[in-house]
């Protein structure tokens, strides 16, 4: 199907990406394309205006521990945080040695996006804005407490936390004339494992379930957990009743099991189901693939 009409606009900096989406109600911006053109083909959206964003320079590229930049978000609580500027493709995120290092479970879930063509091409700004609730990157992105920088005009830009940015099915928080410009995530802390597993749609390659898990280990014991789970609800969410059943706990194949267990708690009615996994096979199955995560952080947090 072909998609319909709309004017296009190349924007060369921020501002004139502003300008042009007050000027343009109702515009959207195009960064890898992997997001939005599938839905202009099926006729799902239909914008009159595209802001292409794609060769804006600066919203490229990683950078560890760059303190001269005002939008680095920092936090006092992680003085080690990483910047992934909204234009960096999944393959960059893979194959990043500081990603690798500081946060493998993103390389891990970004190196599983798709196929090769897409993940060449394919961008975390693009992926996170549109926040379709089967891929991969918001989910460990929650799992992180990352912060995504926003860029507003007049002055306006600011953060918004994991938890607050992911509102539903394809939704997030960004604003009319607000522009995804980074992600910021925590480098990994000595003794922590972190995993991010999913049940693959074998056509979409898109997550049927997803879970990432961070674990911390000290002394023996599970000293912190964050779990996050995505594909068979609305929005990432964090996994609450399996972390609190991890902490103070060894991490043993029985205790691991018997907090997988607890993810049932955690998900509630608003189940999604379809065709290939109805909602109520995927909420069965579910402890499984948390179970796996678990186990997987907890073999690399040793």
């Not at 890898?32 to 292409?52: M, Y």
């Amino acid at each position: 199907m072909f998609a319909p009409s709309f004017d296009y606009y190349r924007a060369g900096s921020l501002a004139e990406a502003g300008e042009l989406l007050r000027k343009h109600p109702g515009a959207k911006l195009l960064a890898g394309g992997h997001s939005l053109i599938p839905l202009l083909k099926l006729r799902l959206a239909s914008p009159p205006v595209i802001v292409d964003i794609g060769r804006i320079g600066n919203l490229k590229g990683i950078k560890f521990r760059d303190y001269s930049d005002p939008m680095q978000m920092q936090r006092p609580d992680q003085p080690d945080r990483i910047r992934i500027n909204a234009l960096t493709t999944h393959a960059e995120i893979a194959s990043s040695s500081v990603i690798q290092e500081k946060c493998p479970a993103l390389a891990e879930a970004a190196g599983l996006v798709g196929d090769p063509a897409v993940r060449n091409r394919g961008t975390i700004g693009g992926n996170v804005a549109h926040a379709d609730p089967a891929s991969d990157l918001p989910t460990v992105l929650m799992a992180l407490d990352a912060q995504f920088g926003i860029w507003r005009p007049d002055d306006r830009s600011g953060t918004i936390d994991a938890a607050s940015f992911f509102t539903g099915i394809l939704a997030t928080a960004l604003g009319e004339d607000d522009v995804l410009v980074a992600v910021g995530v925590p480098a990994r802390p000595t003794g922590q494992g972190q995993a991010y597993v999913k049940f693959v749609h074998p056509a979409s390659r898109y997550a049927v379930i997803g879970v990432a898990a961070l674990l911390t280990v000290g002394g023996g014991k599970c000293t912190a957990a964050s779990v996050a789970i995505g594909g068979l609800v609305p929005r990432p969410m964090r996994a609450t009743s399996v972390e609190n059943a991890l902490i103070g706990q060894k991490l043993s194949a029985d205790a691991i099991a018997r907090a997988a267990a607890e993810i049932t708690r955690d998900l509630g009615p608003d189940i999604l189901g379809d065709l290939y996994a109805s909602a109520e096979y995927r909420k069965a199955v579910a402890p499984v693939w948390v179970k796996r995560a678990l186990t997987a952080a907890a073999d690399r947090a040793k």
